[in-house]
């Protein structure tokens, strides 16, 4: 299993993923499709994330 760090790295690569998909910064509005990327990372990765923590991380990397 990851750690937080880990999956918070995972978090901010997927934001910069959707950013670049966008051409511009994920709004919270947009935090389902960074999840959708934190996701699919954390099966390439074979590790699992309790969904819980994966929202909280990345409603806290979109506010900012």
Known sequence: ????????????EA?????????????PKEMGQVI?????KLQAAGVRAEGRVVSELVKKELAG
């Open 1 to 12: 299993a990851l750690d937080e760090a880990g999956l918070q790295a995972l978090v901010a």
């Open 15 to 27: 934001v910069a993923e959707v950013a670049a998909a966008s051409g511009k910064t994920p709004t």
């Open 36 to 40: 959708k990327a934190v996701q699919a």
